[in-house]
C-alpha cells in the first residue's frame, strides 16, 4: 500500500511538473520527501508565470496529475490481469482465512482472525464459492460446527442484519491459496505479491485521480473548473461560483465519509 501511495504522489506531482515545462512554465522546486513512513512528492510552478499562461496552458498543467494517475491505473489493471493468468497454476483455492469478526456477533469471542475455515458442520470448504453456497442455508439459532485449521468451535447463529430469515456468523472472510507446485521455488510468491502490489497501484491511483478532478478548490478540478467559467464570465463572477460548489461538494464528501464509518 506505502509503495503504491508512492507511485501516487510520484507520478501526480511530476506529471505537473513535465507539463509545465512543456507549456513553458518555470519550476521553482521539485522534489521526494518521507514524513516517517509516509512518501511525498512535490512540484512547485512559479504561480506568477502560470496565471500569465493561456487558459489552455493552465488547463493542461491542473489536467495532467490525474490523467497520469488514471494513465498508471490502467497500465497496472492490465498487468494484474496478465499476471492472474500465471497464478493458478502455482496456488489453488484452499478453504476461507477470517479477516475480520464483527463485535458482538455469534463468532465474537469463539473464532479469531486468520483462521482457516475448512468445513461447516462437516461440509468441506474448498473454496470461496462452496463456502457462500452453504453459508446461506443456515437459520438464526442453529448451532454450526466450524472446523479451522486451528481446532473446531461451535457457533450459534444471530439473525443476519440485511435478511433475518438467514443465519449470522459475523465474520468476514477471503480466499485462502495454498502452493501445489513447489518446483519454481520464490517465483510464484513473488508473481503472488506483485499481483497484489499492482492492485493497489490500481486503487489508489484511480480513486485518487477521479477524486482530485472533482470541481473542489484547491483540487486541481476546481482550478480547471474556474478556468472553464472563464471563458463565459469574468473571473469575478467565476470564483464565487466555484467557492459555492467548492463548500457544497465538500459536504458531500464529508457527510459521505461520516456516514460509510458510522
Request: charged share 15%.
Amino acid at each position: 500500500g506505502l509503495i503504491a501511495l508512492a507511485t501516487v504522489l510520484i507520478v501526480h506531482e511530476f506529471s505537473h511538473g513535465i507539463q509545465a515545462v512543456g507549456e513553458k512554465i518555470p519550476i521553482k522546486s521539485i522534489g521526494l520527501l518521507l514524513v516517517a513512513i509516509l512518501p511525498g512528492a512535490f512540484v512547485e510552478p512559479d504561480e506568477d508565470e502560470l496565471k500569465k499562461a493561456s487558459k489552455i496552458s493552465r488547463l493542461r498543467v491542473y489536467g495532467a496529475g490525474s490523467m497520469a494517475n488514471m494513465t498508471l491505473a490502467l497500465i497496472a489493471i492490465l498487468i494484474v490481469f496478465g499476471a492472474s493468468y500465471g497464478i493458478p497454476h502455482f496456488f489453488a483455492e484452499d478453504g476461507i482465512q477470517i479477516g475480520h469478526i464483527v463485535a458482538d456477533s455469534p463468532s465474537d469471542g469463539v473464532l479469531k482472525e486468520g483462521m482457516v475455515i475448512e468445513s461447516i458442520d462437516n461440509h468441506k470448504i474448498n473454496d470461496s464459492q462452496s463456502y457462500l453456497n452453504l453459508v446461506g442455508t443456515f437459520k438464526p439459532g442453529d448451532n454450526i460446527t466450524v472446523g479451522t485449521d486451528q481446532g473446531d468451535y461451535s457457533v450459534c447463529l444471530g439473525k443476519n442484519p440485511n435478511n433475518e430469515s438467514v443465519g449470522f456468523f459475523g465474520i468476514q472472510a477471503s480466499k485462502h491459496f495454498k502452493l501445489v507446485d513447489n518446483s519454481l521455488g520464490p517465483i510464484p510468491w513473488v508473481l503472488f505479491s506483485l499481483v497484489e502490489l499492482f492492485q493497489w497501484i490500481f486503487t489508489l491511483n484511480l480513486g485518487i485521480g477521479l477524486f482530485n478532478l472533482l470541481p473542489i478548490k484547491p483540487l486541481d478540478g476546481g482550478h480547471m473548473l474556474e478556468i472553464l467559467l472563464t471563458y463565459k464570465l469574468s473571473e469575478a463572477q467565476a470564483k464565487p461560483i466555484v467557492n459555492a460548489i467548492s463548500v457544497i461538494l465538500a459536504m458531500v464528501v464529508v457527510f459521505s465519509l461520516v456516514v460509510g464509518f458510522i
